[in-house]
């Protein structure tokens, strides 16, 4: 990525450093030449509070995958430091060339020339101050990491509105709402372009053997931490029964597992946070195009996905909205039990947060039909970010605002008394012994504000480890008629899960969520790093036995949103089936709702799955409950 030049030696962390042969690099200075600011304004959003932000003032040159780009007049950032690795900002300021003017209604207000200021040390957070002294905005979340030893770089931030400007806007609920992304740069890389990078070395790697433990190995075992929820987009919104476009994006903190021998939690809060894995592995985390590096080879890094979920008052689960997968490329380190010396790998108990701008970023995210998500491998050659498999992204065209993130109509908020709407994120890791540790959801609230006109996302609710339907039907302690089973197959893994409820007429219904968790049937040319996908396509059919002679009076089929073509069913005197119609299959990271109505009374039967509309091929038998 971008270098900013480390100034001082640097505060020392107070995490547990792993030694490394390296010395900490030597202060240099950044130059007005080295350096430059990035910002991408969310204009929407802003849009949407009431400001508007003009074309830049003196920038440095054209923008770059959306964002503007502004000279450094001058930098006094000093890093804190683990090792030779970065984990943030110790102290000191940025001064920036350029800007931007502000409107709100018939106010101007100048941001030129400003500058950014570490306001918490401890949470690596800068103000954003104009030339006249006022804070605008806050920069938080900083994503700090070292190149090569030699410098430092802030790959990602959040710039917030200050309390200050929420309540001049007449919007005081919008303090602290995340409306553009920055960064800091060296002038000399595009950024669609990642820098090269030295490769790291780990003695944990992962499958590397344990000294002095004979038998046992270092594994991956990573785990959501924590979970919130912004507003991102509101695209000709007007409130409830409206016909515009909400786009709900993700905060995520994960933490890798702090085992080293003994079992000890990882996630204090949370009843799943002790892995099960008693050795930790490091966890490579490498920019996409910075280096083909150990222990793949290839510039391995995780991915993260992210859904909408209702739970409809009759006790229906369905999937409103689904996210494409967004490229981590960054490794902050955080709350180390070891540092690994290295801003590209996760080291053990480390931890890491990313936030709405980076997760909502104009050049990180891309279709989920390019990962192998069973493998946690991204497939480049004939990705969008390389069409031609050149192994630069130059050829990168970037995308809009909605796509490949979670959008729903604003009426899905308002429509549906008595439902529940529940976010759900995960990372998906390469090796990683267990997925579901690393999922998280949480229930939400959308609320409209009249007197604003304006969308909130209330997100207090308390996040729990572990995908959705978990939560719907607990695999653990099933109620009386339901189930809930995995499904795990040479090409990932699937959860089927059923409710049962006796209606007032006495006939049953059945309720079936199948959640692809991370199957996929994939063909592919090459190998890595110059993988490609040549197709990738989950479940086709699904089917439950039936007693002989049980009559069916109904049977549904839900997919994702509002558009989606209903899949195919019948019935025979011993089975129902749904079939996907052409071009469609149940891919992972999606969840589909089956419903049939029966007079027959509830036990336990049999289930199947297949990737093949015409049930021909390998299918997959689980327990379930059936008519």
């Known amino acids: ?135 605008l905005f806050r920069a938080d979340r900083a994503m700090v990491e070292s190149s090569n030893g030699k410098s430092i770089q802030i790959s990602a931030m959040d710039l917030r509105l200050s309390r200050r400007l929420a309540e001049e806007i007449g919007r005081p609920s919008a303090t602290d709402w995340q409306v553009a992304a920055a960064r800091i740069w060296n002038a000399h890389t595009s950024v669609r372009t990642e820098p090269r990078i030295e490769c790291p070395a780990s003695d944990r790697w992962p499958g590397r053997p344990v000294p002095e433990h004979p038998g046992e190995t270092y594994q991956v075992d990573v785990l959501m931490a924590g979970l919130w929820a912004q507003l991102t987009g509101c695209s000709d919104c007007t409130g409830p029964g409206g ?45 996409k195009f910075s280096a083909n590096c150990p222990p793949y080879h290839n510039d391995q890094h995780p991915m993260l996905v992210w859904n909408l979920y209702r739970l409809d008052a009759d006790g229906g689960l369905r999937q409103v909205a689904r996210s494409g997968a967004k490229h981590a490329h960054v490794a902050a380190n955080a709350l180390c039990v070891e540092n690994p010396g290295s801003n590209h790998v996760l080291g053990r108990g480390c931890q890491d947060v990313y936030g ?13 039909s390019e990962v192998i998500p069973s493998r946690g491998i ?33 009426r899905e908020f308002a429509a549906h008394r008595g439902g529940r709407h529940v976010l759900e994120a995960w ?18 609230v959308a609320v409209w504000q009249p007197e604003q006109h304006l969308w909130t996302i209330d997100d207090r609710a308390a996040p729990v480890i572990g995908p959705v339907i978990d939560s719907w039907v607990d695999p653990r302690a099933p109620h009386q008629d339901e189930a809930n089973s995995e499904i795990s197959t040479p090409s990932g893994r699937l959860k089927a899960a ?21 199957f996929a049937a994939v063909k592919t040319s090459g190998k890595e790093p110059d ?48 079939r996907a119609p052409s071009g469609d299959s149940l891919t992972w990271g999606t969840l589909y709702r089956f419903r049939l109505v029966s007079t027959a009374s509830p036990t336990k039967r049999h289930g199947r799955i297949s990737s093949d509309r015409s049930g021909r091929s390998v299918s997959y038998v689980f327990d379930t409950i059936g008519p």
Not at 45 to 55: A, H, K, P, T
Not at 248 to 260: D, F, H, Q, Y
Not at 356 to 368: H, K
Not at 498 to 518: K, Q
């Open 1 to 135: 990525m971008l270098s900013l030049s480390i100034l001082g030696a640097g505060v020392t962390d107070d995490c547990m450093a792993r030694p490394r042969s390296r010395e900490l690099p030597r202060p240099l200075e950044a130059t007005r030449q080295d350096v430059e600011l990035l910002v991408h304004w969310n204009r929407e959003l802003l849009g949407n509070l009431g400001v508007r932000v003009s074309e830049p003032i003196d920038s440095a040159g054209p923008p770059s995958a959306g964002f503007d780009r502004f000279r450094i007049a001058s930098t006094s950032l000093t890093p804190r430091v683990s090792g030779t690795s970065a984990v943030g900002l110790a102290s000191g300021e940025i001064r920036v060339v350029g800007g931007y003017r502000l409107s709100i209604g018939t106010r101007l207000i100048e941001l030129k020339d400003f500058v950014l200021r570490l306001h918490d040390a401890a949470q690596s957070q800068l103000d954003v101050i104009s030339s006249n002294g006022e804070i």
């Open 531 to 578: 993988l490609r996908m040549i197709a990738s396509h989950g479940i086709e059919t699904f089917e439950v036995e039936t007693s002989r002679g049980a009559k069916i009076d109904a049977m549904s089929f839900v997919g994702v949103g509002d558009a989606y073509e209903p899949w195919l069913s019948t019935s025979t005197s011993s089975s129902a089936r749904w």
């Open 243 to 287: 016909s515009g476009r909400i786009k709900v994006t993700p905060t995520t903190a994960l933490r890798n597992n702090v085992n080293l021998g003994t079992l000890v939690s990882t996630v204090l809060a949370d009843s799943n946070g002790t892995s099960a894995v008693r050795f930790a592995a490091d966890i490579p985390w490498r920019a």
């Open 498 to 518: 059923v409710r049962v409820v006796r209606e007032e007429d006495g006939r049953y219904r059945y309720d079936y969520a199948i959640m692809n968790v991370d």
């Open 378 to 410: 991204w497939a480049r050659c004939g990705s969008i970010y390389d069409p031609e498999c050149s192994g630069e992204p130059q050829k990168f065209r970037g995308y809009d605002a909605y796509t490949y993130r979670a959008v729903v109509p604003e």
């Open 356 to 368: 709405p701008g980076d997760n909502d970023a104009p050049d990180t995210l891309g279709p989920r």
């Open 427 to 444: 990372y998906v890791v390469r090796d990683d012994v267990n997925p579901y540790n690393t999922m998280m959801h949480k229930d939400i």
